[in-house]
């Protein structure tokens, strides 16, 4: 089959948005979904998914191509992605949620609980400046990549797969700005958050979240890194395109001790659910709160500022970029991970949402540019159909 044809069969396949959405929010989706589908199928995507909610509901969800080319599975409502770093929202609410226990503050510092922080390098002042906040806002002067020494080696860990590997790099690690004056994104500061969790509850970071936040919310299909026996018919592979062809990069991979930082997988629908909370209008959650609204608000709310982006003027607040456009706030985060890339966001206002995920990148040079494409279909959406959405006064 040429990829005109196969361009035009995939372009048929109509979104099915319910028939109270008006007319114009409808027009901006359709607009959105032809032009990822258009797209998709033009630089070779191996395969996808594009989630709408509006009040805790899924609108619609658009599958497009294949989560597994070896075993012929086309991606479908049940296909599981690697979130990445979206994973970081998860962590920074369990540390929230022990916050409104009682057993932290967010202006302690972190040496309280990761006492082999006292060896880093920080010429602006003593470690006990740190706290959490800090690193809950990326503004603690950490450095941006978690392993930056390694992993151009087949044989090298995707990651480190110990905490006593990154205890052995943090006397040659350093503060590179005073904490709290700018932004600067760290992985490594989240996953110092995960050993916090660790430290104050007594559980592995994995156990946690699972009890707290994915059982509570119903995300039966999340997990962290290798997969359940019982949930490998659903994972997507991912793939990296080099001139041309697409090669797997293998259904699992282990993110180690960084996990904290970006181990999520689960399928679209349990991030749907994720959202629903997140907008408040958890339809199918009779429980008690994961997490109060009160201090979901505090997490939106700017400690430092970033910029202006395509979406909005760009700010973090406590692990959630911040985007302010006309008068109306989104929050989310993007996750982007060996050949996953994905987004979630959310107008909590108008509690609407969205959830993305793609499973290709292309790699030497070649290949779809995901990122680009991501960022097309977050304007898209952000800019055409959340304004859409949220005129309508429902």
């Known amino acids: 089959m040429s990829r005109h044809v196969l361009t035009a069969l995939l372009l048929a396949l109509p979104p099915s948005l319910p028939a109270q959405v008006p007319p114009a929010a409808r027009s901006a989706w359709e607009e959105a ?13 191996v395969g996808a998914s594009l989630a709408l909610l509006e009040d805790g509901r899924v609108l619609d969800l658009q599958t497009y191509g294949t989560a597994d080319l070896d075993g012929n599975r086309s991606v479908d409502r049940e296909t599981i992605y690697h979130w990445a770093s979206i994973t970081k929202t998860f962590t920074a609410i369990s540390i929230m949620q022990l916050r409104d226990r009682g057993l932290l503050t967010l202006d302690d510092p972190v040496v309280r609980y990761v006492p082999e922080l006292r060896n880093v390098h920080n010429p602006y002042g003593p470690m006990e400046d740190v706290t959490l906040r800090h690193l809950l806002s990326h503004s603690a002067g ?5 392993w930056p020494w390694a992993g151009n080696e ?8 110990d905490w006593s590997q990154l205890v052995a790099m943090i006397p040659y690690t350093r503060i590179h700005f005073e904490p709290g004056s700018r932004f600067s994104y760290s992985n490594p500061g989240i996953v110092f958050l995960g050993r916090v969790v660790e430290r104050v509850t ?3 970071f994995e156990a946690y979240v699972d009890k707290n936040i994915f059982r ?3 995300m039966r299909g999340a997990y962290f890194d290798v997969t359940p026996w019982h949930l490998l018919p659903h994972r997507s592979n991912h793939y990296f395109v080099r001139d041309g062809r697409p090669e797997p990069g293998g259904i699992d991979f ?14 679209v629908g349990d991030m749907a659910r994720y959202l629903a909370f997140l907008m408040g209008a958890d339809p199918d959650h009779g429980g008690p709160p994961v997490l109060s609204r009160a201090s979901l608000q505090e997490m939106w709310q700017t400690v430092v500022t970033i910029g202006d982006s395509d979406i909005g003027a760009e700010s973090m ?11 109306r706030r989104v929050i989310g985060h993007t996750g982007s991970q060996r050949a996953f890339f994905s987004f979630v966001y959310v107008d909590p206002a108008a509690r609407t949402g969205v959830v993305a995920a793609f499973n290709t990148v292309g790699a030497g040079g070649g290949g779809p540019d995901t990122r680009a494409i991501l960022n097309q279909t977050r304007a898209d959406l952000l800019n055409g159909v959340f304004p ?7």
């Open 216 to 218: 509570p919310l119903g």
């Open 154 to 161: 087949p044989w090298h860990p995707h990651e480190p797969s």
């Open 317 to 327: 607040g406590l692990s959630f970029f911040l985007y302010e456009k006309d008068g």
């Open 142 to 146: 950490f450095r941006g990549a978690t």
């Open 388 to 394: 859409a959405l949220a005129g309508t006064g429902r």
């Open 202 to 204: 007594g559980d592995v």
């Open 33 to 45: 979904v032809t032009r990822w589908r258009t797209t998709l199928a033009q630089e070779g995507i």
């Open 254 to 267: 282990n993110t180690g001790i960084t996990v904290s930082n970006g181990g999520l997988n689960a399928p």
